[in-house]
Nanobody, 122 residues
Framework: QVQLVQSGGGLVQAGGSLRLSCTASGSSFSIKSMGWYRQPPGKERELRRELVASIRSDGDIYYGDDSVKGRFTISRDNAKNTVYLEMDSLKPEDAGVYYC???????????WGQGTQVTVSS
């Protein structure tokens, strides 16, 4: 059974930094893509998550939100099936629940982590 376990997150003042990590396990398939989505505060009922950043197994990176470019850095350790999100210069609008995902080779479905709260105080 595939599991994605997240760590990191929490409360930080505006301008501060946080680091999220997510490790996938339980599959015999290689991981094609990993990344992070954010569910903004108050949007839980809409079940809408916004893509923050993704990274493929070949190292190709995509930032889905222009506002995080230059402040957030996604990276990946393929040997550990782990993806990281370094968040610097955090702003109150970066707050939300961050979910990591993994997509395996030959599969279209995504597997999700448990989510982690990021709160940025102004």
């Amino acid at each position: 059974q595939v599991q994605l376990v997240q760590s990191g997150g929490g409360l930080v003042q505006a301008g501060g930094s946080l680091r999220l990590s997510c490790t996938a396990s339980g599959s015999s398939f290689s991981i094609k893509s990993m990344g992070w989505y954010r569910q903004p505060p108050g949007k839980e009922r809409e079940l809408r998550r916004e893509l923050v950043a993704s990274i493929r197994s070949d190292g190709d990176i995509y930032y889905g939100d222009d506002s995080v470019k230059g402040r957030f850095t996604i990276s990946r350790d393929n040997a550990k099936n782990t993806v990281y999100l370094e968040m610097d210069s955090l702003k109150p609008e970066d707050a939300g629940v961050y979910y990591c995902y993994a997509q395996f080779m030959g599969r279209m479905d995504l597997h999700w982590g448990q989510g982690t709260q990021v709160t940025v105080s102004s």
